[in-house]
């Protein structure tokens, strides 16, 4: 089955310069209750975006009008915790196509990759330099290039590229699906299966 | 050059390996609950695939149960609705399901081992981070989000790229009261919640190697917690010895077989890891948190790091960790007053666990402004409790045994900590918000959770075991 395409985007950004976000954050448990994969940016950063009688809480950035755009920018160790790819899924359906951060936790950078949600992961000087550009100015665009592989803020012209396994930048660039490419091998797995 | 361990049992499931392509890794048995399966389910549906091995497939209800009055249909209707649709799923694509009422339920990182479906030398994976827990018996074991289960559905692999290998060694004496769960925090607080990520964690020493299963699950249990991709731990005597006999272990000339090549599952001599980090046994006090990871933690002497012990980028992360747990720098916690106490979870919920806790609470009781909730990880880890007459002990102190489930660990079922309420928690995580809107936890061991509950505030096991010397 074809998958959500990543080639190129270019938005102002979200910055959350929080670290060690955990998918509890992302999405608490007691919203995972939902059998199909839609609805859950309702929820994204529920309990610090809403208090405890679902009033938005003004001092969360995804309740501030000055801030918008396709990328999440995270303090580092973000998506640690919970295996729940619920967590990739709320970030989407949100809205959001990238999250960049100085460092990902291992399955949380999976799922966003089987989604078509590109991790970026930076160096901590230019994360800073991101998090500078967008206080410094809200509409701060920043460029995410996925063939060339390169993260850039725009009005300064300071970039660094990025590292992705190359067979998740073909998937992401062409639609392709894990499963598709396993099925393709299913000789070799029933061969497998015989000869142990 | 020699191999390690995970090197050995990774390379004997390759399927398949092409350069600039993640291998394809065959999982031997995988585990599946109501949380993270039903979608996977659905996307087989869309594709029209049954599951490939539904023989190597295993199901559990356990994130949503109720754990009392399991009889009786489930109150919250998404709950309901999602172990419904996890006994629908089972039934249309015929894998096994040890649901509610089964003799088998559990939670599932429970019940493949105390089952032998978890053995030496095998892949296990989950849709579910603590996976990692049955690498204790020498096995590689990770969690997956659910695009990875419909991909094991599908095709019993999974794309799968080799991480590095660390090794952590533990070695020496521990200290009277002081046992895995206390290494574990304090490996973690030493290298921070982060600091196993991207690699699979091999422990050994010889403290490692002292401990029963049920700790060396423990250990296991919270790899992730460092954010590594799984922890193992070579099977010895004990492993074997712990698997023999269980319902589904190899019987009669397969075991025989069996042994002799979980005899082979160590790391050579010679093997190479990509990073090596040792650590003494002596140094390891009863531990606690305090903080918002479960990197966050202390001996339960010490005193909360303060602010400026932090770099300038790091203080703001840490100052809201403080503030959301309602403490300040430099405070120490022992004597704070706690409201509740919960021991269990996939980290601290197996008989030994209970034992351990029922040992320790004969003869005293809770005090009063404590509420102590006692969940057994299985059915059977319940009946095997009631058998020794362990519930009586518990109800004596005032420590109800209620029925098997993730219950307090992740506030997704019906029992969760109120807001601002501080729980003394056997479970893994410390998250904010973890065990229910605005909770706040102290993640610690089984003993220490119970003196915490025998006294009201957070105390040092190790007073109490003094005393009890002396009598």
Redesign the interface.
Known sequence: ?ATKIFKHIQTSVVPL????I?T??II???F??????DGFGNNLFR?WRFD?DDNPKQDFVLNNPNYSGKILVA???FG???????A?WAIADYGFDAVVSS?F???FK??AL??GLLPVQVS?DFL?KIFDAVYADEHAVVEIDLVDQFIKIVATGEQESFEV???KKACLINGYD??D???S??G??EE??SV? | MGQTLFDKIWDAHVVSSSEGFPDILYIDTHFIHEVTSPQAFDGLRQRGLPVFRPKQTVATADHNVPTIDQHLPIKEELSRYQVDMLTKNCKEFGVELYGLGHPYQGIVHVIGPELGITRPGGTYVCGDSHTSTHGAFGAIAFGIGTSQVEQVLATQCLLQSRPKRMKIEVNGKLQKGVGAKDIILYIIAQISAAGGTGYAVEYAGDTIRSLSMEGRMTICNMSIEMGARCGLIAPDETTINYVKGREFAPKGEEWDKAVAYWETLYSDADAAFDEVLSFKAEDIEPMITYGTNPGMGIGVTQHVPETASFEAKEQGSYKKALDYMGLHDDETLLGKPIDYVFIGSCTNSRIEDLRQVAEFVKGKHKADNVTVWVVPGSKQVQQQAIAEGLDKIFNEAGFPLREPGCSACLGMNEDKIPAGKYCVSTSNRNFEGRQGPNSRTFLASPLTAAASAITGVVTDIRTFLKEEELV
């Open positions: 089955m310069p929080i670290e060690n955990d509890d954050q608490p448990a007691r995972l209750k939902a059998t199909t994969r309990d405890g303090g580092k160790n640690c915790g919970s295996s729940r790819e619920h990739a460092f936790a291992d399955i999976g799922n089987n989604n901590e800073k396994n190359p067979y894990d499963i490419y396993i099925l091998q299913k070799k797995i497998f299966e142990r």
